[in-house]
């Protein structure tokens, strides 16, 4: 078990494998994270709790599915970041682990440079979140208290991982207004993104679900084809 310090970020790694482990540490640690080490999903939900500011989450563990974990330390940890390790590269797996509550992905075998990257995103991301004041923001029926990272639609709290969170308060602040998809990628993802705008659809789709929306007739987040999404101001 690894000793770590609380004056630097504290990373909570989970990953089984000492061939990956050992590296990924020491690279967190040179880029200025404190690094505590766990080999089982188990052992993860216990630790995240001491107060984790991020979760890097490999989903391949020999005690419980990777993706059980992180729908876990959603519950557990709310608004701290989980960015997970994963060797399968089909998209339904990806989006199965992100559905769970993880808000990032790197495949297997990854870049350093490129994990680093995304994890310094994430933690900024979340910092912002806590820091940003205006209280709450509202849009229909749906208000966003951004300082706490708390979402209602009604009287029905929703569980969003932190890109949704970030994702619903940029919309429903901007309600009315269209967002293209660059300016949604810059704000929720910043320019540390290396893929496609295809990960942003594949948020909407979920924040939709879980708003109870119908993409065939939305309520709350409307697709303009060609240019972004727009949160209605009120019910169309």
Known sequence: MDVVSRTDPFIL???????????????????GYAVTRVA???????????GAQAVVLDLGLPDLDGVEVARRLRQAVPGVPVLMLTARTSEADIVVGLDAGADDYVTKPFRLAELLARLRALLRRAREGREEAGGTVEAQDVRV?????????????????????????????????VLTRERIMERVWETTWFGSTKTLDMHVSWLRRKLGDDASHPRYVTTVRGVGFRFEPAMP
């Open 145 to 177: 208290d951004r300082a706490a990272r708390r979402v209602w639609r009604g009287d029905d709290e929703l569980e969003l991982s932190a890109k949704e969170f970030d994702l619903l308060a940029l919309l429903v602040e901007h309600a009315g207004t």
């Open 40 to 50: 089982t999903g188990r052992e993860a939900l216990r630790r995240a709790p001491e």
């Open 13 to 31: 790694l989970v990953e089984d494998d000492d061939g990956i482990a050992t590296p990924l540490a020491a690279a967190l640690r040179g880029d």
